[in-house]
């Protein structure tokens, strides 16, 4: 199986390609390996009918680069709009987290927007100095001085603060086209709190971007194939299980190593209001999926939501392989392999792909996708460690936060001892 995290990985052509491979020019190799990597995404998808509702997308997302051209995306959608005119009370915990949703909004403006992010100030870093290993990136190849480093880190920080707009966006028109198709008549109302909030979210985010840090990255290709093909496929609980479960139970994870590892002040202010809202989205996935899954859906229709949800999980982990941030820092001097191997062992990116999936996969057993059938799956690429943890229905932003405070604090007593 595909594994960019194997570092066997670039090793695995033939012999006589591989020794044709150094003949070739840097900017050829980095295509092939590129192409490379595309394929064995692609073709590892075992399930036909997923391989169906991904591979347009795949085609493009990961071959054409649509998401990167700088012109809008038209993607159609299909799903059926759900009415009732009955009003129905129809689920009392979908009720109960739209009268927390009201209760819960906030307004973007008044996050403290007069902090000055000043991102030569080697005091308040955006992300920790030990976000990459300094030794490995010179066996890598990579040499910067200090304020290149520096540098270095406001643009990897900057890259992730885009892909979390990018998925905002998804989050937006996702939670507005589930408010449309979910028959739960509670989940509808509840829903438009979640386009609102996702809005907010959008605002934000760009916002910080724009004024903060004066830069906004491509979409990364990976999450580009997952908003689109969610948005294209007809199904109400594939949208669901793909923005509400997945993209919102990975962002969760990113925001919560965000805001537990950042010094900037504002930035903690933003992710903290951010966490609140979207404890309250991955949630409302679990409950509005835990007795579909199980009591709705054939057998048949479940393992191929299982199937799926595990080729999003690998997409959604080489989505921070970070290569819009290699190609303006080091296309020319090292590569695209080296890079990967660079990236995905900095300690940094390891530690945010562990907080995303424990709060991915815990959700995946509560509603039903994680049985002993594919269990060997998620094994094989070192996600079942996450297995045992809390879903999302018993947690609360409020609680998240707090762990995350004291998870803070603990560290900067070890740090200082
Ligand atoms: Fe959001
Ligand atoms: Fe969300």
Known sequence: MFDPLDPGFAMSLPPILQRLQHRLRPEVRNQLDEWRETISVLSQVRDPRVAAALGPSGVRGLLLHRGKQGVPTRTPARHRVHFDWQYP?????????????KAGQWNGDDLPWHIDVDLDNPDVLLLPEDFVDR?????????????????????????????????EQGALFAAAQVTEAVQFFDGKLYGATQVMDEARHVEVFLRYLETKLERLYQVNDNLFVIIDALMADRRWDMKFLGMQIMVEGLALGAFGTMYKVTEEPLL??????????????VHYGVV???????????????REREDWAFEV???????????????????????????????THSPGMEQFRSVMFSRLVPNLREIGLLTDRIRPAYESVGLMRYFGGASADSLTGDRILAELDAEREAELLQAGT
């Open 313 to 343: 999980s690998v997409l959604m982990r080489n989505r921070f392989m970070a290569y819009e941030v290699y190609e303006e820092w080091f296309e020319h001097r090292i590569s695209r392999a080296r890079w990967r191997e660079f990236i």
């Open 268 to 281: 903690r202010a933003l992710l903290a209001g951010v966490i609140q809202d979207e404890a309250r989205h």
């Open 135 to 167: 030794d490995m990136a010179e066996q890598c190849g990579i040499r910067l001085t200090d304020a290149e480093w520096r540098a270095f880190g406001h643009s990897i920080a900057a890259w992730m603060l885009s892909q979390f707009l990018h998925g």
């Open 89 to 101: 009370h129809d689920n009392p915990e979908m009720a109960e987290l739209y009268r927390r949703a």
């Open 288 to 302: 509005a999926l835990r007795d579909h899954v199980r009591t709705e859906l054939t057998e048949s229709e479940r």
